[in-house]
């Protein structure tokens, strides 16, 4: 935290700076000054970027994000079923407003918690649990507007298919936490 503080203000005292520098005369530039300010803005950046990777591997974060990729995906599904099963009751034109209810904050809890899939499992596994997820994700977003333009079939095959990709993300994310379990458990 600290670290990242210096960060936003080497990078805020540099550019203030070069722009300063740049301002003092129309005709002519003082480079060494402006690039003196450049140098200590990229270096601001540079400590914040590192920062914020530092904290976002820290082992609490990556615990924390671990178990809200795990209860969201089980939410998601679980309000599908839901959803599915009660779909015939709702109207067509109500349905976006049901999506919006059940699913936005599990969506967007899951999206702000999926990096740490990078540092917990491997790129193939965040790939295709992120391939699952996204696919599912279309499927609600094309229920969402098949609801507002009044499309009853649409409405009703998306609920499916978004269903099922939800089911194959979540799948896909046990999976693949069981399989680190293993290979991180010590052998007896």
């Not at 129309?26 to 970027?49: C, E, F, H, N, P």
């Amino acid at each position: 935290m600290k670290d990242s503080r210096i960060g936003y203000i080497l990078l805020v005292t540099g550019f203030l700076a070069a722009a300063f520098t740049a301002s003092l005369d129309a005709t002519r530039m003082d480079w060494q000054w402006y690039l003196l300010a450049t140098a200590a803005s990229m270096i601001g950046v540079y400590i914040i970027k590192t920062s914020a990777k530092r904290d976002a591997q820290s082992d609490h974060v990556l615990e924390s994000d671990r178990m809200m990729l795990q209860q969201t995906l089980s939410s998601i599904v679980a309000n599908l079923e839901e959803l599915n099963a009660g779909k015939a009751e709702i109207p067509t034109h109500e349905m976006r407003f049901e999506i919006d209810r059940l699913f936005r904050v599990d969506l967007m809890a899951f999206v702000d918690a999926r990096e740490s899939m990078k540092h917990l499992y491997s790129l193939q596994d965040f790939a295709d649990v992120m391939s699952a997820f996204a696919a599912g994700e279309r499927n609600i977003n094309r229920v969402w507007s098949a609801s507002a333009d009044g499309y009853i079939d649409e409405v009703m095959a998306y609920l499916e298919h978004a269903h099922a990709r939800f089911l194959e993300a979540r799948q896909l994310l046990e999976a693949v936490q069981q399989k680190h379990q293993s290979t991180a458990a010590p052998a007896t």
